[in-house]
């Protein structure tokens, strides 16, 4: 899908959505509020190996199953959240793989768990486009039947943005819309990585990112990275040693909104 579809895409739904605020009746549901909607973007480019797959989507499972992401959940004000997963690639390869879904208790954390788990892998090469991946996420925020109090983008991946926009471009509109995103960079294959992610992926109030030295310890880095993202607190961005310590004082990368 490119970045022009995109926009039109996003204007239409918020037209749309303009038109049935000023139509509806008062009989009508309104969208159930959570605490934050969240969609979670998982690389499978060419670099992910079928075994690198399968570590990536254990983790996943293992961090909904875990006490502590429902423990922080229910310290939220609505006491849910809702979540979306999605596979992507190149600029206009990207698939849903678990629907939206409200997360609210021991349940549905497992009945997202398992949809993790079963949910196969529908992409396999076609670039590196991190920008397309935070340009689709945002469509996924707009058509979600969840309303947000916050609404984050988790990019997760073991390379930088080599197709589609520039990733800084996509971040920044991001970011304008009230859309945070936070990342997980896999330094297996890029060992600076984390400090690409910091420079230009991830952005917005609170944004931060946990690196994962490797595949093997994916699944302890998602877990940290579910449980700060919900609670939302974080006043400064997580890095790896692998960051110099200046670099956060003169860094000009995690844009917020006006």
Not at 79 to 103: E, F, K, N
Request: proline content about 5%; aromatic content about 6%; hydrophobic content about 40%.
């Amino acid at each position: 899908m490119s970045h022009k579809v995109i926009v039109l895409a996003l204007a239409a739904y918020i037209a749309a959505g303009a038109f049935v605020n000023a139509q509806t009746s008062p009989g009508t549901p309104a969208q159930t509020n959570t605490a934050l909607n969240l969609v979670l973007a998982v690389d499978t480019s060419g670099s992910v190996s079928a075994g690198r797959f399968e570590l990536q989507k254990q983790g996943y499972a293992a961090a909904f199953r875990n006490p502590r992401v429902l423990a922080s959940i229910r310290s939220l004000d609505t006491q849910s959240i809702a979540v979306t997963m999605m596979q992507w690639t190149g600029p206009r390869l990207h698939v849903v793989v678990v629907d939206w879904t409200m997360i609210k208790d021991e349940a549905s954390a497992e009945t997202f768990a398992a949809a993790i788990e079963a949910a196969p892998r529908q992409l396999f090469g076609g670039g590196t486009s991190i920008s397309g991946a935070i340009d689709y996420s945002r469509l996924l925020l707009v058509q979600s039947p969840f309303k947000g109090e916050r609404r984050v983008i988790d990019v997760s991946g073991d390379g930088s943005n080599n197709s589609g926009r520039p990733v800084t471009d996509a971040r920044d509109e991001a970011v304008r819309d009230g859309t945070g995103i936070n990342g997980l960079p896999i330094l297996s294959i890029e060992p600076m990585l984390d400090r690409y992610y910091y420079d230009n992926v991830i952005g917005g109030p609170g944004a931060f990112m946990i690196p994962a030295e490797n595949y093997d310890i994916f699944a302890d880095a998602v877990l940290k990275k579910l449980i700060t993202e919900i609670a939302g607190t974080n006043d400064n961005p997580i890095r790896s040693s692998a960051s110099d310590s200046t670099a956060l004082a003169a860094s000009q990368t995690r844009p917020t909104s006006p």
